[in-house]
């Protein structure tokens, strides 16, 4: 059995139940590799909300899929006597099945197991093979934590026996972006804390606390580099110990080069140094000075551009999951700013040799049809997928902020069309403003589909898909009380005087409304909406340059420093992200549709049935006909094809709407 979807696919022969209730307290059923297993062997998922009314139907429907010869599975997910209690008639025909972690790991702990794989199904992926040679061995308690610790986290306390092994074990853990569950992280400190020569560390500040280390690494990086000057321009080496640790030690370099590609740590002014670029010749300082901003750019744009054509040659042989496209992602919008600000110096000093715009056009082009692709075949298999420490689409935050709240106030920052390039332009503008003070993390997210604010922005605020709000699809009006409702509904210790929800533009003078709402003394959860870049966005004639420009512009006067400043002053917890993103793209022809259209965008059309969609297809033959499960049955969207818009043809304008990476992929950011 090589993997773990292969033990619950061995009840589910073709054609082996008609009606099946399974309980599935640990989720296992939300990976999307195992949905498309089982639909494959003919089976259809259905996922149990406790809507009795939709059940009935869903069983109904059940017998016309036995009479075509599919199987139904009703996932019940609650509690292990949720099943129970449904109607008897569904139950007495039923197969009655359950699956859980411990049927997978018989031999290791079962509370471990449910505390530390609970969030994440990529850990049981990893897990799986080498927890089965454990075989016939029991593991304890300890025991499980231990190999925990070194199967997922590559974290083995009991190897660490210096500074550069323990920075070494953190910079991994850090460069993986991977947050240690509590029970296993008092248990790596446990260990550690019986070696008297690393007593010195603070170690729980720097394991947990991803910011934290950053700004100490980053001082640390600072001093290495300063002494590394002094020696250069020395004769002697220097008798009196150095405060600055050993960053050059050959088990170190890797993950601080990785450290500096991936923007964690930000190189170091070789002016700022007062040194000079023959001075740094043979000398290991890696990506942490920077000599240069425009050599550093191209450099930079050279190596993101060579990362992200081996990740895509990799897709043709691996299927990418969503974990790699938001791995890809920061990739790719850094890519996108280099080029747009390098560009035209690249054209002028190397394109015969390089050939930079076939070679990024090409890219983009490969970017775009794998995307598309992997998109049209996974999306609809997302939308269930647990929230864990990161939520893997829009509809998920409110969920995954209800479970983070603690005592301090939540404030939800939307910034309405940020595209992942233009969140770059504006976090660099950020960190030089605010320095130590302005410490982002996060990841990717999906939008919802279309990238239509009234539908991407709207599932944010409700929490749920745009099928739940089928009666508002096409405004933002319900946006505030959706968002009273969730968190009402979510949390018994709110009510509606703790909740507040506020849509700005994103001018200086806004910050006074912000004010107002923050002074109510009971102000607990804030939802706040700023409209500047979707309307730089929807008046930009320069392409993805001019909104760069335009979003630095706007960052530079001052509104999001003192809007985040503002809220740590009243130590809220502040997390960030955005609706959709857009893209420059090229109009092929608008289409006539005249009052047959729903909703007329510049990058999707929306229809009420395929009827009409398909006569609009037939002028368009390039546009892409697809229905994502998680609109309203009578939403039938056509999208433009590649970086095209249904507008005068040869116009050139930025938008959204579309299914590309820039439109769909959108930073989700906790700002501390």
């Known amino acids: 059995m090589t993997s773990w ?48 009314i939709a059940l009935r139907h869903d069983y109904e429907t059940s017998h016309r899929l036995k009479a075509a010869g599919m199987g139904t599975i009703l996932i019940v997910r609650d509690d292990a006597t949720t099943a129970r209690r449904l109607p008897y008639d569904l139950l007495s025909v039923a197969t009655l099945l359950s699956f859980g972690l411990s049927d997978l790991f018989p031999y290791l702990n079962d509370p471990i197991i449910a505390q530390c794989l609970g969030l994440d199904l990529t ?58 569950p509590s029970i296993l992280l008092d248990r790596f400190i446990e260990i550690l804390k019986t070696k008297p020569q690393l ?11 991803r910011p934290a280390f950053l700004n100490w690494f980053q001082a640390q990086w600072q001093l290495f580099a300063q002494e590394k000057v002094r020696e250069l321009r020395s004769a002697e080496s220097y008798k009196t110990k150095s405060p600055a640790l050993p960053l050059d030690n050959p088990d170190l370099r890797f993950h601080i080069e990785e450290l ?89 000093l190397s394109e015969r040799e390089l050939g930079w715009q076939s070679r990024w056009n090409t890219l983009q082009q490969q970017l775009d049809s794998t995307f598309q692709s992997w998109l049209q075949t996974n999306y609809d298999g997302l939308y269930n997928y647990p929230v864990g420490d990161s939520p893997v689409m829009l509809h998920h935050i409110p969920k995954f902020l209800a479970r983070r709240r603690s005592t301090n106030p939540i404030a939800l920052i939307v910034l309405d069309g940020m595209a992942f390039d233009q969140w770059l332009v504006l976090r660099d503008v950020l960190a030089e403003q605010m320095g130590a003070a302005f410490s982002p993390t996060g990841r990717a997210t ?55 929800y506020l849509n700005i533009v994103g001018d200086l003078a806004d910050l006074e409304k912000v004010r107002l709402v923050l002074s109510h003394p009971r102000q607990k959860v804030l939802g706040l909406v700023v409209d500047k870049i979707d309307n730089i966005m929807h008046g930009m004639t320069l392409g993805t340059a001019g909104m760069h420009a335009q979003v630095n512009q706007w960052a530079q006067q001052g509104f999001m420093k003192s809007l985040l400043e503002l809220l740590r002053d009243r130590n809220y917890d502040i997390y960030l992200t955005a609706d959709h993103g857009n893209l420059a793209a090229t109009g092929i022809g608008q289409p ?45 969207p056509l999208f433009a094809p590649d970086r095209t818009a249904f507008v005068r043809s040869g116009e050139q304008l930025v938008c959204h709407g579309g299914i590309s990476i820039e439109e769909v992929i959108v930073p989700f950011i906790s700002i501390k």
């Open 260 to 348: 500096f590609r991936v923007g964690l740590l930000q190189p170091i002014s070789a002016q700022n140094l007062s040194i000079r670029v023959n001075e740094l010749k043979g000398q290991w300082l890696g990506r942490g000075i920077a000599i240069d901003p425009e050599t550093d750019r191209q450099l930079d744009l050279q190596t993101a551009i060579t990362e992200i054509e081996a990740c895509l040659l990799k897709f043709d042989t691996q299927p990418p999951s969503h974990q790699d496209w938001f791995a890809l992602t920061p990739i790719w919008a850094k890519a996108i700013v280099h080029w747009h600000a390098t560009k035209d110096r690249c054209r002028s």
């Open 123 to 180: 850990h049981i992926d990893i897990i799986f093979a080498p927890a089965q040679a454990l075989a016939p061995q029991m593991l304890g308690a300890t025991a499980t934590k231990d190999f925990l610790l070194r199967s997922i986290f590559f974290l083995d306390a009991h190897l660490i026996q210096n500074d550069i092994d323990l920075l070494r074990s953190i910079l991994q853990l850090h460069h993986r972006g991977l947050l240690l």
């Open 446 to 500: 999906l939008a919802m589909l279309p990238t239509l604010t009234s539908i991407s922005r709207q599932a944010i605020f409700a929490g749920k898909l745009p099928s739940s709000f089928a009666d508002s699809l096409n405004t933002t009006a319900k946006e505030a009380k959706h968002w009273e409702t969730f968190w009402c509904n979510s949390d018994s210790s709110l009510f509606r005087e703790n909740i507040a």
């Open 5 to 52: 979807r292969d033990r619950i696919l061995s009840e589910f022969l073709p054609d082996a139940h008609s009606w099946v209730i399974m309980t599935d307290l640990d989720r296992l059923f939300d990976d999307t590799e195992l949905q498309k297993n089982l639909t494959t062997r003919g089976y259809k998922l259905i996922f149990y909300d406790g809507d009795s």
């Open 592 to 636: 006539s549709e005249r009052a047959f259209a729903d909703v007329r965008g510049e990058r999707v059309r929306i229809y009420s049935n395929t009827t009409l969609r398909e006569a609009t297809q037939a002028r368009f033959p390039t546009a892409i006909g697809w229905t994502p499960k998680i609109l309203p049955a009578d939403s039938i």
């Open 199 to 209: 007593a010195k560390w603070d170690l729980k500040t720097i394991i947990i606390d």
